[in-house]
């Protein structure tokens, strides 16, 4: 299955995480010199820290499966009722059909005679004769033909008066407790999945949307259109829509492959090196100007790193754009260079979104 791309989960969560808090231009000549009257850079963007949560995910797209249920007679006979049809809903234990049972009867009867006045005979002659009787009665049950699980009558292979033998698969059933989506991974993505991680499953054509979970991981790759991918299979976890599903038709799958719940994050813009290897923010000071914070960083997503330490819900984190984004920001949303905005104010792009994406 051909990956459909990577997404940013909770995007409404993520936006309300930082906060655009305003953008500020003034006319320089280099985006990290700062103004006189505030020690700020002469460009930059502000953001507040707040603590929520904060994922990433993978979306691929798969099918609908089940394993099929072959019911095949335990004794050989003619048909004399069959008490389901093609697309019936069964439960397991039901009575599908059934074979004649007077041959059966008849041996039945005879071997619990033989059991019953099988008393002057040695105890393992006994003992056989009580064998025959069990076989006999089992024989005489399985002239009905139960469901082996509970699931929809796929296809009805006899109608009264066939001869059926114990080779041959009479109906088959589609096992409702096995229903699961088979898809794949591309291998860039393959490091970032485990066994038990939580997907939510989409069938579009049935408007339903149902929670998952990556329960198996195949050991082997395949190609797919030239592409390298791993096979997966991911099994509901609550049965709302079992019955309604088919197999066979096609889901969109989203498989969480990070997700933090009341974390402080930024974005990864807001992140530079200093000195021996350290990663530090610039944080706004309350007086207005800005200062150095060292950081530790925990896990990412596409967009946004977590802080460890730090920074805390509140700090308000500047991110400095260099004069080549400067000038690409301006130009996107027409603003003027030498035209500074007052603060606070949010640019509007050609959508009605604010200037950065993923922010």
């Known amino acids: 299955m051909k990956k459909r791309g990577k997404v940013t989960i909770w995007t409404i969560v993520i936006v309300a995480i930082v906060v655009v808090v305003g953008i500020i231009f003034f006319p320089r000549q280099s985006s990290l010199t700062t103004s006189e009257s505030s020690g700020l850079p002469s460009i930059y963007l502000e953001y507040e820290v707040k603590s929520d949560g904060v994922g990433d995910s993978i979306e691929v797209v798969g099918n609908i499966t089940a394993e099929i249920e072959s019911v095949i007679p335990k004794v050989s006979g003619e048909i004399v009722e069959v008490y389901v049809e093609k697309g019936d809903e069964v439960e397991e234990g039901q009575i599908l059909a059934k074979i004649d049972d007077l041959d059966y009867q008849i041996a039945y009867l005879n071997a619990l005679n033989d059991y019953e006045s099988s008393t002057n005979v040695g105890e393992r002659m006994k003992e056989v004769k009580r064998l025959q009787l069990e076989k006999a009665k089992k024989n005489l049950e399985e002239t009905e033909i139960k469901s082996p699980v509970s699931g929809i009558v796929n296809t009805v292979n006899i109608s009264k008066g066939d001869m059926v033998g114990t080779t041959s698969a009479i109906l088959t059933i589609v096992d409702r407790s096995t229903i699961k989506v088979e898809t794949a991974v591309d291998e860039i993505d393959f490091p970032l999945i485990n066994e038990g991680m939580d997907a939510t499953i989409r069938i579009d054509p049935l408007n339903l949307e149902e929670p998952g979970k990556i329960t198996w991981i195949s050991p082997t790759t395949q190609t797919d259109m030239g592409v390298v991918v791993i096979p997966i299979e991911i099994e509901f976890t609550q049965n709302n829509a079992q019955n309604l599903l088919t197999p066979g038709i096609t889901a969109d799958v989203e498989i969480v492959t990070l997700k933090l719940e009341n974390t402080v994050a930024v974005p990864k813009d807001a992140i530079h090196e200093g000195a021996n290897g350290t990663k530090i923010v610039y944080k706004k000071t309350s007086e ?72």
């Open 288 to 359: 207005g100007g800005m200062e150095p914070v060292q950081v530790q960083t925990g896990k990412e997503s596409d967009s946004m790193i977590e802080i460890t330490q730090g920074l805390k819900p509140g700090d308000k984190v500047l991110i400095l754009p260099s004069q080549e984004e400067a000038q690409r920001i301006m130009q996107n949303y027409g603003i003027p260079m030498g035209i500074p905005m007052a603060p606070g104010t949010v640019p509007q792009g050609p959508g009605g979104g604010t200037g950065r994406g993923g922010f």
